[in-house]
């Protein structure tokens, strides 16, 4: 990493050559069921041991229209992931692009074997709904922090949902609604590991916030601007009141 740049985060679509950007919706399944659709290559890259280095990272490769998103790595360090490509080619082309522009130095294509996603062995197989949850418990106590502060995107919670399903090889849409949207509806108490709990936060009975159902009537989720990332129940009277649904995607 060489500079860093602070523009919004946007989602992007080169188009042409061989680096176009795979972006196509959720596909219908049996049963009227949806299924996500799984990631294909990815782009790894950087290694930080600050929080807000991997943010200022991820803000700076946004200047390349690139929807970065960071995590913590087993290694302890933060590292930054973006895009979704057909091929190994393709991410392997946009990355040297960006690298060109002495924002990275080194990158690593992620294959899509290497997601849990890909060894998941039925639709009732509990393995990738325990690595989803996994993978946001790791998140508890970061200041979760993203390009956007709006109240209707629920402060970046969708961006905690997004990035436990894309770590594992789903491509969950970013915005709440979207998310919304995308899944197939699960009544409260047929609940499981890993579905996504919906909330209408803003005094509109309009979705606005969202957690990662994480059992025995628990969630994991950002609570909004200034907090950390923590777990709340479901029978609190605050989530009561303000919850509108829930969606599987598995």
């Known amino acids: 990493m060489r500079k860093f740049l602070f523009p919004i985060l946007t989602f992007f679509l080169l188009c042409g050559g061989c680096a176009q950007e795979v972006l196509t919706p959720p596909s219908s399944t049996q049963a009227g069921r949806v299924s996500l659709d799984r990631l294909g290559y990815t782009i790894q890259v ?23 998103y960071y995590f913590i790595h087993k290694s302890g360090l933060y590292k930054v992931r973006f895009g979704n ?18 924002i990275i130095d080194d990158f690593y294509i992620v294959k899509p074997e290497s997601y849990a996603a890909a060894r998941r062995f039925g639709p009732n197989d509990g393995y990738l709904r325990e690595q989803i949850v996994g993978t946001a418990k790791k998140f508890i106590g970061i200041p979760y ?3 956007g502060s709006s109240a209707a995107e629920g402060f970046d919670c969708s961006g905690l949902s997004m990035v436990a399903y894309r770590l594992n090889g789903l ?3 970013r915005t709440s609604r979207e ?6 509806p699960v009544f409260k108490e047929d609940l499981k ?3 996504l709990v919906f909330f209408a936060t803003t005094g509109k009975r309009k979705v606005s916030h969202v957690g990662i159902y994480a059992g025995r009537g628990s969630f994991i989720h950002a609570p909004k601007r200034g907090k950390r990332i923590t777990v709340a129940s479901l029978k609190s009277q605050y989530f009561r009141n303000h919850f509108v649904g829930a969606r599987t995607y598995l």
């Open 46 to 68: 950087g290694a930080f041991k600050k929080l807000d280095n991997a943010v200022r990272f991820s803000n700076a490769l946004s200047q390349q229209g690139v929807n970065a």
């Open 85 to 102: 490509f057909s091929s190994a080619a393709a991410a392997r082309f946009r990355a040297k692009k960006i690298q060109a522009t002495e």
């Open 145 to 147: 922090k993203w390009g």
């Open 171 to 173: 491509n969950l849409p």
């Open 179 to 184: 998310q919304y949207r995308a899944g197939t």
């Open 193 to 195: 590991n890993g579905d």
